[in-house]
């Protein structure tokens, strides 16, 4: 019995080992799943090192295999050769989207890129379950389908599962069909795809809120809806923003060409965004200084602007910073407006040269963007202090348009306590010149003799382009290319942007030219030296003649042209700021 006993006890004392030990090892196994799923955040993966970086990596689906023959792969130009029926389709689809919609469906809708990025980007190791996750906002407006749907392919065929939260479509009221019952059948059953649709045109900046207003991710990251992403485009935004909060990064927008679908790329080093005084976006190469500041090629860039479609912000930062300017229709200043903003009211905005974001540029406007010019007069209004007025003196119209109320905007200026337009221009945008614009010294330059002629210059394709003659125009009172404006360095400068354009003997005509301004080598080059003398005339010391309206010149066009002075009304002189109804 006693012996019994003593089996009993010890069969006991082991089993109560044994389960204290399987007990153990439950317990270590548990807690090892949860810490590991608070880290992988609910998505399952290996747990085995070895491939833990192809779990982290992996995109939210693969792309299909490579066909290297197949059109516009890697990148490549399409140029078909199409005659009769097939040709009038490409053109009735150019005519339609303002991007060849023919050539475009005929690209696969996972077509890969050519590498483009700088090498040292492949470089950079994540920490992936440290960077926050996603939302990616697309917003749309009667889109064609194969470049919407390249572009939604694109995001999930090269963004990591584990740090794309979601993509949400957002239809701003399309009237296609396809856009409708197709586009729901297509991506139903989809991982990580919303389609929220407005039920009135809201434009793209309430749009786009209408998309971050239901977003779950950390950051909030918009594109436009004709974009293809290039491999490893969006760990580099996320480890920015995890590294600055404050910080709205960019991509490297690369061309798509509207014609062939080719993949241009970014000539180059990337671009910086600017603006000129008619709050134009501009393109500007990286200035020296911000060079400097950089450590590595592929440390983030500032920039004073950006292009307005494709970026990445936090998305309690975008809430702080009052989101956008929901006063704002359709088109157009909404981006200058967020970049003055950001930078005013302490944030930073940044292109980042290891992500890289193809977009095509359409032939020209596909919609209606009259709206524009009231959306940039809000800009003004509220950020540009007094120096809103040498865009309306620019603009003469604008200060005609009707721009809504904006009293919420100044609030929330003063609210967040941002710093002044003129901060903004000394400390991050230095390189724009500010011009002078002297009462009396700009405007319409209007002759004497040929009345309602004004000079005029009309630069190709709206590039600054040496060598273009300026003429003489009926006055239209609109500013634009007939902004003109005398320097107290005695140059005749063009509409002022960067770089800016001045008026320039041409020796051989006695006409005048638009050349690079080379004032600021001061003293200003004879051949663009002026005097804008009380009588009204305008001299050229160099040449000792006075700029005359002459009415036909040797293109039988009216241009203002070099003459021996005498006191003929054609050369007297006027600088009218006047709009012209
Ligand atoms: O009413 C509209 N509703 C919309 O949803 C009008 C447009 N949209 C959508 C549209 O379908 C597209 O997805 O908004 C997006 C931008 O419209 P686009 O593609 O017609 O504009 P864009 O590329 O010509 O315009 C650039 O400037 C705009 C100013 O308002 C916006 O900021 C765009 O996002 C911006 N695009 C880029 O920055 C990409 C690079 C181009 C450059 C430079």
Redesign the pocket.
């Known amino acids: 019995m006693a012996l019994y006993w003593r089996r009993i006890k010890l069969k006991s004392i082991f089993l109560l080992f044994g389960a204290c030990f399987v007990g153990y090892l439950l317990f270590m196994r548990n807690s090892s799943d949860s810490m590991s799923s608070t880290r992988r955040r609910d998505a399952p993966g290996p747990q085995d090192p070895e491939t833990d970086e192809e779990f982290l990596t992996k995109p939210v689906y693969e792309k299909p295999p490579l066909d290297v023959n197949g059109l516009g792969e890697l990148g490549r130009a399409v140029k078909l050769d199409l005659q009769g029926e097939d040709k009038k389709k490409e053109q009735e689809s150019i005519d339609k989207h303002q991007i060849n919609i023919y050539v475009s469906d005929k690209i696969s809708l996972h077509r890969r890129l050519s590498e483009r990025r700088n090498p040292l980007c492949k470089e950079v190791k994540y920490d992936y379950r440290s960077l926050p996750t996603t939302s990616v906002v ?6 064609a389908w194969s470049t919407l749907l390249r572009t939604v392919h694109s995001v999930l065929e090269t963004s990591p599962d584990i740090l794309l939260k979601e993509i949400i479509l ?1 239809d ?1 009221y399309s009237d296609r069909a396809h856009l409708k019952a197709p586009l729901e059948a297509y991506i139903s059953g989809w991982r990580k795809v919303r389609l929220i649709r407005a039920n009135k ?5 309430r ?2 809120l209408l998309g971050a207003s239901i977003s779950t991710g950390d950051v909030l990251t ?6 293809e992403c290039h491999t490893g485009w969006l760990e580099p935004l996320l480890q920015r923003i995890k590294e600055e909060p404050s910080a709205v990064v960019c991509p490297v ?1 690369d061309v798509i060409d509207w014609n062939t679908f080719q993949y241009l790329g970014n000539a180059g080093e990337p671009q910086i ?1 600017g603006f000129d005084w008619r709050l134009v ?1 501009t ?1 500007h190469v990286v200035p020296p200084y911000e060079q400097q500041r950089r450590r590595s090629p592929i440390d983030v860039i500032r920039s004073p602007t ?5 970026f990445a912000v936090k998305k309690d930062y975008f809430l702080y910073l009052g989101t956008y300017d929901t006063g704002m ?7 200058l407006e967020f970049s003055f903003r950001i930078w005013q009211c302490g944030g930073t905005l940044e292109v980042h040269p290891c992500s890289h974001v193809g ?1 095509i ?2 032939k020209k ?3 209606s ?1 009259s709206k ?1 010019l009231s ?1 940039s007069v809000r800009a003004a209004e509220v950020w540009m202090d007094d120096y809103k007025n040498l865009y309306y003196h620019r603009n003469p119209h604008a200060r005609l348009e009707a721009f809504g109320d904006v009293t919420a905007r100044l609030q929330l200026r003063q609210k967040l306590g941002c710093k002044s337009f003129k901060w903004f221009l000394d400390t991050i945008y230095p390189d724009l010149s500010v011009p002078e614009d002297r009462p009396g010294m700009f405007g319409m330059l209007k002759n004497r003799g040929m009345t309602n002629y004004c000079f005029d210059y009309n630069p190709p394709n709206d590039i600054l382009v040496s060598g273009e003659r300026i003429i003489l125009y009926s006055c239209h009172g609109m500013g634009q290319n007939q902004f003109f404006e005398f320097t107290s360095a005695g140059e005749i400068q063009y509409n002022t942007r960067a770089p800016e354009g001045c008026a320039a003997v041409d020796n051989v005509s006695t006409y005048l030219t638009v050349m690079h301004c080379s004032g600021h080598l001061k003293p200003v080059p004879p051949d663009q030296k002026f005097e804008f003398r009380k009588d009204g005339t305008l001299f050229h010391p160099g040449s000792n003649k006075c700029l005359e309206a002459v009415s036909k010149t040797d293109n039988g066009k009216p241009a203002p042209g070099l003459r021996t002075c005498s006191d003929s009304a054609n050369q007297h002189w006027v600088f009218e700021e006047r709009i012209v109804r």
């Open positions: 697309i917003a749309f407006y009667n889109e957002v701003d045109r809201e434009g793209l900046v749009a786009r918009f594109l436009d809806c004709h974009c927008i965004g976006f393109w950006m292009a307005g479609g494709l229709e359709v088109w157009g200043g909404e981006n977009h540029f359409p406007a596909p919609y963007r524009a959306n």
